[in-house]
């Protein structure tokens, strides 16, 4: 996967070096690594100025066995950095942009690539950490907004805790995998019952992807059920959002529109 | 369900007279009625002096979607009832809690009559509401401690939210059903992360039951698990709890102990 990943940023972008720290290799039970050698990895990428940007390899869960200790360690040459990934991975992009990091972005990761076209939505994360083109922007992303994107359960796991950042004013954007209906109903429940979340600007939702059958059915499309949590909550639904587990998944750079 | 439970109530406990709200014969996609219908029959029971106790009639994800909006209209007879209930439940048994409500409990639903020997775990909670009968308690629970229990996930989902009681110098217990190991330890991650949380007294785990397969497999069990987090977050693990989605789960009444 890597070296698939690194043939196509040689030949679409070859002002990108690519580096996969050997810790993306490591296996230990669930994760990619022991809690220790994964934030030693996410530490020596964040904190070497040599490195523009630290892109993570792809989601599963892992993220918030090492956010705590992870996010004190960081330090100037850190803050500088662009962050770029999605699903699991918002753990720490959450975490990130809470302590105030300019450079957070949501959108595909490395391991994208493994997706039928998945070289699309590589070539797109390549395009944004290289030029911060355009046209990678999930298309409602206005420069005046300031906005964020998350997977929902992800988002709903880390509500109440020190990595929930201030989205008050924001466009939050939401989108699911493989959940069931009535877990994304009880997730949306539990994020627009909080009070800092319903200080944002609005919601919009990204694509609900693998939905398992609800038995009985649950009677209400994804759209019903954000509509529905948006007037419980007050909260304003915006419509749709071009993110989500897939290969068309946009870049969602947190806060405002940055420019090259 | 109702003709057995009431059949086995008025064999035991003569004393006790059950009404099955009309409401739990409903159907609406996932769940017992509307949430209007839902809404309606909670406060109807609730509101109602006439009634001591108000006992849930089963679990299954739904008491989120009424939660905000019955709390605020149950009256000074809701305040002097107790409620008893276990697994989604627990939303509303927290907010009640929030409240300041004295009598909630986490213990044996009507519909767990439905379990293999589930006449005992009815019997159990037929014997708390008629007589607060010791023997029907978690057994660590002590008259000087203030104690709670919940679904795991069911807590997860309301952390941050008006619904989350305030558990400082409290023992937390805590089973889980039918989740994966990640997610059980998300999950964890997630409620120990939480201030408020930190407060509490310490933790005790209850039954994690029916847990899928992880692939690969996570390499710890949910002992190990809990062991983890209460040491990150430095909250003190305290061993196990007798309660868990089963026949065998004992009564938790939350905050100190209540005597007949």
């Given at each position: 996967?890597?070296?698939?990943?690194?043939?196509?940023?040689?030949?679409?972008?070859?002002s990108?070096?690519l580096?996969?720290?050997?810790?993306?290799?490591?296996?230990?039970?669930?994760?990619?690594?022991?809690?220790?050698?994964?934030?030693?990895?996410?530490?020596?990428?964040?904190?070497?100025?040599?490195?523009?940007?630290?892109?993570?390899?792809?989601g599963g869960?892992?993220?918030g066995?090492?956010?705590?200790?992870?996010?004190?360690q960081?330090?100037?040459?850190?803050?500088?950095?662009?962050?770029?990934?999605?699903?699991?991975?918002?753990?720490?992009?959450?975490?990130?942009?809470?302590?105030?990091?300019?450079?957070?972005?949501?959108?595909?990761?490395p391991?994208?690539?493994?997706?039928?076209?998945?070289?699309?939505?590589?070539?797109?994360?390549?395009?944004?950490?290289?030029d911060?083109?355009?046209?990678?922007?999930?298309?409602?992303?206005?420069?005046?907004?300031?906005?964020?994107?998350?997977?929902l359960?992800?988002?709903s796991?880390?509500?109440?805790?020190?990595?929930?950042?201030?989205?008050?004013?924001?466009?939050?954007?939401?989108?699911?995998?493989?959940?069931?209906?009535?877990?994304?109903?009880?997730?949306?429940?539990?994020?627009?019952?909080?009070?800092?979340?319903?200080?944002?600007?609005?919601?919009?939702?990204?694509?609900?992807?693998?939905?398992?059958?609800?038995?009985?059915?649950?009677?209400?499309?994804?759209?019903?059920?954000?509509?529905?949590?948006?007037?419980?909550?007050?909260?304003?639904?915006?419509?749709?959002?071009?993110?989500?587990?897939?290969?068309?998944n946009?870049?969602?750079p947190?806060?405002?529109?940055?420019?090259?």
């Amino acid at each position: 996967m890597a070296e698939r990943v690194t043939a196509l940023a040689a030949g679409h972008f070859p002002s990108i070096e690519l580096h996969f720290h050997p810790q993306c290799y490591l296996a230990a039970g669930h994760f990619a690594g022991s809690d220790a050698a994964r934030t030693a990895a996410f530490l020596e990428i964040a904190n070497d100025a040599a490195f523009d940007a630290l892109w993570f390899g792809r989601g599963g869960y892992g993220s918030g066995r090492i956010a705590e200790r992870a996010l004190p360690q960081l330090g100037p040459a850190a803050r500088a950095k662009t962050y770029l990934g999605y699903s699991d991975a918002g753990v720490l992009l959450a975490g990130l942009y809470a302590r105030g990091f300019p450079g957070v972005a949501h959108g595909p990761m490395p391991a994208d690539i493994n997706r039928a076209g998945g070289e699309a939505a590589v070539l797109r994360a390549l395009s944004y950490l290289a030029d911060r083109a355009a046209d990678t922007l999930e298309p409602s992303v206005r420069p005046s907004d300031k906005v964020a994107a998350f997977n929902l359960m992800t988002f709903s796991q880390l509500i109440g805790t020190p990595l929930q950042p201030d989205l008050a004013g924001h466009v939050l954007m939401l989108e699911e995998v493989s959940e069931y209906m009535y877990r994304i109903d009880r997730s949306l429940f539990h994020v627009t019952s909080n009070p800092a979340v319903r200080r944002v600007a609005g919601i919009r939702l990204g694509r609900c992807s693998a939905i398992p059958a609800n038995d009985p059915d649950f009677g209400r499309t994804e759209v019903e059920v954000v509509q529905h949590w948006c007037e419980m909550s007050g909260i304003p639904y915006l419509g749709r959002a071009d993110i989500g587990h897939d290969v068309d998944n946009k870049i969602v750079p947190f806060g405002t529109f940055p420019t090259a």
